[in-house]
């Protein structure tokens, strides 16, 4: 693939009140490209495998920064950098399902910069269509990874359609397990949606990850206080520790008492193209105290369903394990 | 590839611009070329590098290394794998590392950059992480390592003194073909002793 030192000509926005962004997105439609971070975007414009007419850079917005509390528990501006979600201590201190999640998130200075509603808003990483192949996803007429010879370890288990690609990011899947909203701003106002209803998979649309519609900004992420400080399990297997995605990702919020586990939300990421909740095992495990046997025989049900590829079998027992996991660390 | 025009947006394009019957790929360009509205970025900017403002001509969409290195002649900062993946081109912005391979230069206006040409003293005395570098041969082929001085350098600004596993993650976003790992690791532990 050919890759180039400069991105092709385009315009750049750089507004520095929201008002001004959302009107410039809606007056743009889709000849402009949302920019936060960037760690996304980039590698796109480089390849030529997407292009753009005009960035809109949101960078310049304070008011889409930091993380502030509100009544019913916190509430994230999109433009917050993974760093600062990782290291605040109102996440961390009634979060920290977040912050861990934050924390694992590529590298360093990927996280110095990534912001939080980039990386919820981020493309699939499927390589065909990374390359700029004419799959499904790109509008195209065919899915190059669920061949008889596609790679597709990193591929979905469940939820394809047409494309087979799993959602990336880390932070999805913990902040569906907080019951977490997004606050969604447009042309005709502001619209809040659950974090489970945000994340859309290739059967609802096929072209984005997200239910954002064309011209619409992110610009914040709230977190209601009802599993602030309860128990958590974060896990995100990967072939590296640094930069890579996950193969599987498991985000666990559960509140104890004593032994038993009352209430939980079991969220399971990078095995669908949207965060999986495992509502089964949800069921399972409420109102129970759990020991060894009976979380693994409850978590060997945690892939059923699963519609494997042919490289990506693996990711079932990865899930069972992660499940099995998250109960025993009660 | 251009993904504006895919093979789906291609025929709802056909369909909607039929009355008019303009080509299909020509109507994408002339509807883009004709609408663009006015009001983008100028290019004649300052950015402070290393201390000293500095008037630059940018492309709204030029990366900091572009800058630095083509513009500015700072060609302390590498350009290797220009996405992010390598941290060859590792700077330091307001303090805080990053792959200027992946910051617009037109983000950084009223920020402080330091490159690793920034780093020493008015009076040439090396850094602490460079000497320390130095002493402990950190470095193999060479190539990595002025990414690998200013991640250690930003790391000692945030956490003078590290433990060797933080001193791991600080580091982490950072290749080395060589595998010098821990050589580096010797050089951040010995550049905290003396900077204490």
């Known amino acids: 693939m050919s890759s180039h030192d400069v991105m092709p000509d385009m315009d750049l926005y750089q507004p520095v009140q929201v008002e001004d962004a959302i009107s410039l997105a809606a007056r743009l439609g889709d000849r402009a490209w949302l920019l936060g971070g960037g760690q996304d975007t980039y590698g796109w414009l480089k390849d030529r495998a997407k292009t753009t007419e005009a960035l809109i850079d949101l960078n310049g917005i304070e008011s889409l920064r930091g993380v502030r509390e509100t009544e019913d528990g916190i509430e994230i501006g999109a433009l917050t950098t993974l760093t600062e979600i990782a290291t605040n201590p109102l996440i961390n201190e009634n979060y920290s399902l977040l912050s861990q999640a934050a924390g694992r998130v590529a590298s360093l200075q990927i996280r110095n910069i990534g912001t939080l509603g980039g990386n919820v808003s981020q493309d699939v990483r499927c390589w065909y269509y990374r390359r700029g192949l004419d799959c499904y996803r790109a509008g195209g007429n065919l899915c190059y990874a669920d061949t008889p010879e596609g790679m597709n370890r990193e591929h979905a288990l469940f939820g394809a359609s047409r494309c087979v690609a799993v959602n990336p990011s880390d932070t999805a899947p913990a902040l569906v397990a907080l019951e977490a909203s997004m606050v969604i701003n447009g042309d005709e106002g502001e619209r809040i949606l659950a974090a489970e209803d945000y994340f859309v998979g290739p059967a609802i649309d096929i072209e984005s990850t997200t239910a954002l519609r064309e011209g619409e900004i992110l610009t914040a992420v709230r977190i209601p206080s009802t599993w602030a400080n309860a128990t958590f399990y974060f896990e995100k297997v990967a072939d590296r520790n640094v930069w890579d995605f996950a193969l599987v990702s498991m985000a666990v919020a559960m509140k104890v008492s004593g032994n038993t586990i009352e209430d939980s939300r079991f969220v399971c990421g990078a095995v669908e193209c949207k965060p999986r909740r495992l509502l089964e095992i949800e069921a399972a495990v409420n109102g129970r105290s759990h020991d060894g046997a009976s979380a693994e025989s409850i978590a060997a049900t945690a892939s059923a369903g699963a519609r494997s590829l042919a490289h990506n079998q693996y990711k079932m027992p990865l899930m069972n394990n992660l499940v099995k996991r998250a109960i025993e660390s009660v | ?196």
Not at chain 2, 143 to 148: K, L, N
Request: proline residues 5%.
């Open chain 2, 1 to 196: 590839m251009n993904p504006k025009i895919t093979r789906r947006r291609f025929i709802k394009g056909v369909i909607y611009s039929a009355a008019a019957a303009v080509p299909g790929a020509g109507y994408y360009v002339a509807t883009a070329a004709s609408s663009r509205p006015a009001g983008a970025v100028e290019r004649l900017i300052s950015i402070n590098v290393n201390g000293r403002t500095r008037r630059v001509d940018v492309l709204p969409q030029e990366t900091l290394t572009h800058t630095l290195r083509y513009r500015l002649n700072l060609t302390g900062t590498k350009l290797a794998c220009n996405r992010g993946e390598c941290g060859a081109c590792t700077v330091m912005i307001n303090d805080v590392a990053n792959y200027s391979c992946s910051v617009l230069t037109q983000q950084v206006k009223g920020k402080q950059i330091t490159t690793v040409e920034g780093l020493r003293a008015a009076d040439g005395t090396l850094h602490p992480v460079q000497q320390a570098f130095i002493e402990e041969l950190s470095p193999q082929c060479g190539f990595c390592t002025p990414g690998q001085v200013v991640s250690a350098a930003a790391l000692l600004i945030a956490n003078p003194n590290p433990t060797r596993e933080e001193a791991r993650q600080g580091l982490s976003g950072n290749l080395c073909r060589c595998g010098a790992y821990d050589h580096y690791l010797n050089g951040v532990m010995r550049a905290a002793e003396l900077i204490a």
